[in-house]
């Protein structure tokens, strides 16, 4: 076999053709001219296509694209988008809808409210007031396509076209298929209204849209901070709901919260004087509601509230969108909102029950009436205040007086229970007493009753303070607005469940709220039986009360509306007036006593609730008896 040598000129060769290469390459480059050149015509280039693709116009009938074909965005978007290719040719524009009270900016990405600016209001800080701005809001349709594709209404551009009817103003936004296919979202604004007409229909797409595909629409919203104390106005801040028969609902304003509602006929994202609420005349079959805080402390500039989330399923009629709508974006004034027939009045918190309707039916009237000669809501709060203490005080004087009259009867209810000593004698203690009480015609429950009746005035006052938009942003003496709290000074630091500031209008309610139970304690006292084995300490109850009512006020109270304060001032420093009235000028307890001597000789029937009562003592008294016979 022949051995293989090291061949010297192949190698030569290789090197040779190696570095003619080399001087190829490097002599044929562009040069830096060059090189800025090719960028230059390749900027261009982009430049021209863009300027063919924003002049194109789409030919809806043959679906083509013409004098772009070429165009690789037109491409692009037809790829992603279908039939609704149309889209991309379109501009982000905004149209402006606006009356006295509102001004609506709608954006043609989405075909959706971009802003809402209520004219009449500002913030606590005195800026525009805002319910949507800078992407807090958002409402969108997700639907899918007969060639199985899912679209979202916010990411597409709607055509918008503004005309008026008569003094409305109406904006047409649509999504085109073509000039016979589209979804329409339709806008018209009346004169002076907060309530917008709003619709969603479609034409022609029936052969478009997928039906076996669930179409839900989806909105949200941040509410934006627009009153002094975030915790407080967060308190008020909450998402309401109609079901069906005029069933309303609402979410936990406690913290986060979801529910699903059926047969939904309107949802309000309600914060504390202001809502936006989209009411639609064909129910949502259900609705899933979601409701979550996004911030409650007051250290921190805050932006935010509470974050609102509605999801519903839209139904299609013959393959077409057919909704009539509503949105209200404006103040909770309850004066507003009932002239509206679709019960949205019910978002201003008036109190349940009862409380709702002496809010309803006497305090709503009377303040709205004394608003339209007093321009003070001060004088007007002292004013109602007087009234309501003025029909009251039948009740403060039925109460004084069956305290008096138990006054008068203690020493004869002290010699019983000297009489009768001992656990052992309880029940017959308690028969003799209540002899006593029944021949001199006087009931222990006289005195709590009245107590009890002013109750729901009392509860009904503590929901009408805070919902009552007229007090927002109305000064009176040192406090700047009545619907939020009065502060004299502001704290460095801050007191949990207290804050960071002092509130005036509580103390002065606290401290009237101690004398008033003062008074009280010591007529109470005066009326009391003597405390009897088993039974708690009556007087130390009392006593605890008298502090303890005075500090919960103080504390508490230092968060919420000013309104409200200087009412319960007013309020227990008239009381205590018309008690010492009463004490020094009308009642007379010598004349007391001698009522009670003439009833005492007067034949007094027994009626039939005492004679039950006093039959079931008597037995409990003789079983006790044969009990210990027994042992």
Partial sequence: MEEKKFDLNSLIGFVLLGAIMLWWMWSNQPTTEELEAQEKAKIEEVQKATEISNTTTFNPNSQSITQATDSLSLVMAQSQLGAFAYSATLTDTETVLENDLLRLVISNKGGQIKEALLKNYVTYDSLPLYIIKDNNA??????????????????????????????????????????????????????????????VRSQGLSSTLNSSQQINLDWSLNGFRNEKSIRYENQQTEMYYEEEDENINYLSIGGDDDANGKDVNWVAFKQHFFSSILISEQAFSNATLESKTLSIDEEIDTTHTKAFYLKAPLALEAGEFNYDMNWYIGPNDYQILKKYDRNIKEIVNLGWGIFGYINRLVFVPVFNFLQGFIGNYGLIIILLTIVVRIIMSPLVYKSYLSSAKMKVLKPEMEEIN??????????????????IQSKAGVSPLAGCIPA???????????????????????????????????SVFELPFNIPMYGSHISLFPILASVAIFFYMKMSQSQQIGMQQPTQEG???MQKMMKMMMYFSPVMMLVFFNMYASSLSLYYFVSNLLTIIIMLIIKHYIIDEDKILAQIEENKKKPKKEGKFRKRLNDAMKQAQEQKIQQKKKK
């Avoid at 679209?151 to 008026?164: A, H, Q, R, V």
């Avoid at 929901?463 to 007090?471: E, G, K, Q, T, V």
């Fill in 138 to 199: 958002s409402f969108n349709l997700n639907f899918g396509t007969s060639d199985n594709r899912t679209l979202n209404t916010k990411d597409l551009l709607f055509e918008p076209t503004l005309t008026t009817n008569g003094e409305n103003h109406v904006l047409s936004m649509k999504l085109k298929v073509d000039n016979h296919k589209f979804l329409e979202y339709r806008y018209e604004m009346k004169p002076d209204e907060y309530m917008v007409d709003f619709k």
């Fill in 418 to 435: 000297k009489r009768l000593p001992g656990k052992e004698n309880a029940m017959k203690r308690q028969q003799e007493t209540m002899a």
């Fill in 452 to 486: 009890v009746l002013q109750m729901p005035v009392f509860f009904a006052l503590f929901r009408f303070f805070p919902s009552n938009i007229d007090l927002r942003q109305k000064g009176f003496l040192w406090a700047d607005d009545l619907s939020a709290y009065d």
């Fill in 535 to 537: 039974m708690p300490d």
